[in-house]
């Protein structure tokens, strides 16, 4: 993917109006960054939302865009060449591309909101106020320095909470708590 010596945020998932992509771009251009990169992964949901983004990411070359469905043999390429995966939601409950992402041993960033942060191991991260954009830009930051070993150790953990996350222990967490009468 040309990419060297650099730390990758990845957006990967369907591109929709309230997974605040284009306020990702417009953050992620603010920052004065140079050894990172902003990959922005998935299929977008129309033509408008697909050239807005478009249009901010041609403004900083160190954003990149595919906007196309992912074949299931080619996910991993996405995710093997990023450090960390970024969840800029608007509003959002529980998301599949999150466990996909831990499943895949990265750390993310996700908003504060839903189920987000009880999915996500608690130190396999960072979260941040979906209202406020500054805190989106402080986030990327504060993660984009972290060293190699930390993101890596915050990846390990979110992949072991995702190994908890199989159907048959999802089923029996289920059974107990109507069994105690949760």
């Known amino acids: ?15 929709k109006p309230y997974k605040g992509i284009e306020t990702l771009t417009n953050v992620f251009s603010t920052l004065d960054m140079e050894n990172s990169r902003l990959l922005i992964v998935g299929k977008p949901d129309n033509k408008k939302l697909a050239e807005d983004i478009n249009n901010s990411a041609r403004l900083d070359p160190r954003i ?12 991993q390429i996405y ?17 599949g591309a999150v466990i996909l992402a831990m499943s895949f041993g990265k750390p993310c960033i996700v908003v504060d909101k839903g189920c987000m942060m009880e999915t996500l191991h608690p130190e396999g991260g960072a979260s941040y106020n979906s209202e406020m954009e500054s805190e989106l830009g402080r986030t990327l930051q504060y993660m984009l320095q972290k ?11 979110n992949y072991k909470q995702a190994e908890s996350l199989d159907w048959d222990t999802i089923a029996k967490r289920t059974s107990q ?5 949760i």
């Open 147 to 157: 060293s190699e070993t930390s993101l890596e150790e915050m990846g390990s953990k």
């Open 79 to 95: 995710f093997n060449a990023s450090d960390i995966v970024v969840f800029p939601y608007r509003d959002i409950l529980t998301s």
């Open 177 to 181: 708590a109507y069994e105690i009468g």
């Open 1 to 15: 993917m040309g990419l060297k010596n650099e730390k990758v945020l990845l957006f990967f998932g369907n591109i």
């Open 64 to 75: 990149k865009t595919v906007f196309q469905y992912i074949q299931e043999e080619d996910v």
